[in-house]
C-alpha cells in the first residue's frame, strides 16, 4: 500500500517539470512555431485557394463532391494554412493561393490613411502572424502586403502602448477587444511593466526585471546569430 509520502515523491519529478515550462511565443515570419500553441491555432486559419492540377481520390477528403472522387482542375477550395503550404509548390503549380480580402488593396488603402480606426480582431485575430504566412506564396501583391503589415504595426504601436500606461485602473476591454492577439500581448507587456514599476517604486520589490517580450527577442537574436 502506498503512502502519501511515496505519492509526493513520484509526483516530485513531474511538479518540478511543470515549474519549469514556460509557454512558448508565437512566431513572426515566414515559418511557425508548432511548439506555439497560438501559431498552431493560427495555421487553422483558412485561405482562398485553386487547383491548378487534377487531385486524384482527394475530393472527399477536401470536402468536395466530385465523380471518382477526383478533385478537378479549377476548383476553388479554402483550405487551412498548414494544408495550403504543403500542397504549394513553386515549380509543379499543383495549387494557386489568392490573398484574404483583409489583405487585398482596397483594405491596404483602408489601413494606410488611418490603421489605428480598423478593429483587427474582428477582420482576423492574427492579422501580423497569418499575413507574414501568406509571404510563402508567390504573388506579385508581396512586396506591398509586407510594407502594409509593418506599417500598420508602427502605426498602431505606439497608441497601443500609450492605453496600456495610461489606463492602468480602468475598464479597457473595449480597447483591447479591437486588437490582434500579437497587440495583445503588447498591451498586457505594457500594463505589467507598469505595474511592476510602481511596486518597485514603493519599495514592494527589490529589482526590475525584464520582460518576457525583451527576453524571448534576446533568444532569437542569439540563436539567428549562431545559425
Not at 500606461?165 to 480597447?175: G, P
Amino acid at each position: 500500500m502506498r503512502t502519501d509520502a511515496d505519492c509526493a515523491r513520484s509526483r516530485a519529478p513531474f511538479s518540478g517539470m511543470a515549474e519549469a515550462y514556460a509557454p512558448v511565443e508565437a512566431g513572426l515570419g515566414p515559418e511557425e512555431s508548432f511548439l506555439s500553441l497560438e501559431d498552431v491555432v493560427m495555421s487553422q486559419e483558412r485561405l482562398p485557394c485553386r487547383a491548378e492540377a487534377a487531385f486524384p481520390r482527394l475530393a472527399a477528403l477536401l470536402g468536395k463532391a466530385a465523380p471518382n472522387d477526383a478533385l478537378p482542375q479549377g476548383t476553388k477550395l479554402e483550405l487551412p494554412l498548414w494544408l495550403a503550404k504543403g500542397l504549394y509548390d513553386h515549380k509543379r503549380r499543383i495549387l494557386s493561393v489568392e490573398l484574404p480580402k483583409v489583405y487585398k488593396e482596397s483594405w491596404r488603402t483602408v489601413f494606410s490613411a488611418d490603421a489605428n480606426v480598423v478593429d483587427l480582431h474582428k477582420l482576423g485575430p492574427y492579422y501580423y502572424g497569418f499575413g507574414s504566412q501568406l509571404l510563402n506564396f508567390d504573388s506579385p501583391e508581396n512586396t506591398e502586403l509586407a510594407q502594409t503589415i509593418l506599417q500598420t504595426f508602427i502605426g498602431r504601436f505606439r497608441r497601443i502602448m500609450d492605453s496600456s500606461q495610461n489606463a492602468f485602473n480602468e475598464d479597457t476591454s473595449s480597447l483591447v477587444s479591437r486588437l490582434d492577439e500579437l497587440e495583445r500581448g503588447l498591451f498586457q507587456a505594457g500594463q505589467k511593466g507598469l505595474h511592476d514599476f510602481q511596486r518597485w517604486e514603493m519599495g514592494q520589490a527589490s529589482q526590475i526585471t525584464a520582460s518576457s517580450l525583451v527576453q524571448n527577442y534576446k533568444k532569437r537574436k542569439f540563436s539567428d546569430l549562431d545559425g
